[in-house]
């Protein structure tokens, strides 16, 4: 923190410094020429550097008036504090600027005077009388770019924080789906065990345990992925899968259309999961010659689209105004979080029979994982 401390106050020194010797270079150029294109005679070396130095003082009182337009921004009529405490910082730093040209006007005699310029009293009091104007003007330029900077910094700050939240509801998200997965899939996977074993298929029994235990490990590891790629999201969709058709044996068909070049593909993790569920709940479960799902992927046109198809009951007429489910809502919100308007999540009757759920989103390639 010192460190980051001091260099920003390192470069808005710089930053400081190059204003206001761009302003000094300006004015001492401008005056310089101006008098000699007149016809004027003066110690034009003396008086170029004199113009440039006398931007010193304002150089100096800036981190005052930047700190001053932070802590009483004038951007309001009242409290009056405000307003009389910058006219005083405005009136001190016009003083000390006026002394500062007395004091070189006397002593390094720019203009040539063949007469002294008169005591330094009555030299402040002019350069002071003459400069009124253009102090107001100076200081308010920095005020204003104090609540500038500083309403930036407010506004930076606030998007940071609504990154940050927003990355937190979508974590909180990702956590309750990974709660929220069918709590009567697992019921009937452990009856389907409890079958296996009274039949004495006692391998299968434990293959589906393993897969279960698989497949729960996945679901509840304190991942902070918000995406995966699209070959890992497969293998867990796979898992979930495996255990399903062991409960349903030959009722459940399974075909998969993802090619291989996509298994990079940047996915959200548990994406696949509650689609396959549905299909499972809504299109297998629910006839008892069972069906088939069939799970896809294509990218075009930087667009990635996974789809999840079954050939079970079309979907009802009106079937939109009915409550989704908590799975699906879910998954909606999660693709707004992540990609805001840029995606699409369609639920639709299949003209051969059955139901397909599809999910858009920009194609991303994943980055290869660094071991260790």
Not at 99 to 123: C, E, K, L, Q
Not at 140 to 153: F, K, N, P, Q, W
Not at 230 to 259: C, H, N, T, W
Request: overall charge positive; glycine content about 8%.
């Amino acid at each position: 923190m010192d460190t980051n401390s001091r260099r920003a106050r390192s470069h808005r020194w710089i930053w400081i410094v190059s204003i206001w010797l761009g302003f000094g270079l300006v004015d001492a150029a401008q005056t310089v020429f101006v008098m000699r294109g007149e016809g004027m005679h003066h110690a034009w070396g003396r008086l170029f550097w004199t113009c440039v130095a006398g931007w010193i003082p304002w150089a100096l009182a800036t981190p005052l008036g930047l700190w001053l337009g932070r802590r009483f921004p004038p951007v309001k009529l009242r409290p009056v504090r405000t307003w009389v405490v910058h006219l005083v910082a405005c009136a001190g730093v016009g003083l000390i600027f006026s002394a500062f040209m007395a004091w070189m006007d006397i002593a390094f005699n720019p203009y040539a005077r063949h007469s002294p310029a008169g005591s330094f009293t009555r030299v402040w009091a002019d350069k002071f009388d003459s400069g009124i104007l253009t102090f107001l003007v100076l200081y308010g330029a920095i005020v204003t770019v104090s609540y500038v900077l500083d309403s930036r910094e407010r506004l930076a700050l606030q998007q940071t924080e609504t990154a940050r939240l927003n990355e937190m509801l979508s974590k909180a998200q990702l956590d309750a789906l990974r709660r929220q997965i069918e709590p009567h899939f697992l019921f009937n996977t452990l009856n389907a065990v409890a079958g296996l074993v009274r039949e004495g298929r006692n391998d299968a029994a434990v293959g589906m345990i393993v897969g279960l235990s698989d497949f729960l490990r996945r679901v509840l590891q304190d991942s902070t992925q918000q995406q995966v790629p699209l070959g890992e999201e497969m293998e867990f969709a796979q898992k979930y899968l495996d255990i399903q058709k062991v409960r349903f044996a030959e009722r459940l068909q399974l075909s998969v259309e993802v090619p291989r070049e996509l298994y990079r593909a940047q996915v959200p993790s548990l994406i696949l999961q509650p689609m396959v569920e549905n299909a499972v709940k809504h299109g297998i479960a629910k006839r008892a010659q069972g069906g088939a799902i069939r799970i896809a992927a294509s990218h075009r046109n930087g667009v990635l689209t996974l789809s999840v198809c079954n050939d079970g009951p079309s979907l009802p007429v009106g079937w939109e105004m009915a409550r989704s489910g908590i799975g699906m809502s879910n998954v909606r919100t999660r693709l707004q979080s992540l990609y805001g308007d840029a995606f699409e999540l369609n639920i639709r009757n299949q003209d051969t029979g059955g139901v397909e759920v599809s999910v858009s989103m920009p194609f991303a390639v994943a980055m290869p994982r660094r071991e260790g």
